[in-house]
């Protein structure tokens, strides 16, 4: 048998945790705006703040929303996809 050292055992959980971090990274590329300098203002870091943070709660309100849905249709509940429908129309 052979033993297995530590690091290729941290190697591989670092790959398993790069994919949604990666992920996430190119979602908030394509949100919010680039990163001003170091030498910012405190204006341009709030609002770069605030981007970031509408950002993620889009994020999370379109998976809770797929989840929601996707339930609709193995349910076969059209009364819940008419009223997601009817949400997202009024809006």
């Known amino acids: 048998m052979r033993k297995m050292s530590g690091r290729s055992n941290d190697r591989s959980i670092e790959q398993y945790f790069m994919v949604p971090l990666v992920l ?29 943070l509408t950002s993620t709660i889009l994020l ?6 797929l989840i929601v849905v996707l339930r609709a249709f193995i349910d076969k509940n059209i009364y819940l996809l008419l009223t997601i429908l009817s949400a997202l129309l009024c809006q």
Not at 33 to 52: D, G, V, Y
Not at 60 to 65: E, G, K, P, T, V
């Open 24 to 52: 996430l990274q190119q979602w908030y590329r394509i949100t919010t705006p680039t990163f001003p300098s170091t030498n910012a203002s405190l204006k341009q870091r709030e609002i770069m703040r605030q981007a970031h």
């Open 60 to 65: 999370f309100s379109i998976f809770i929303l």
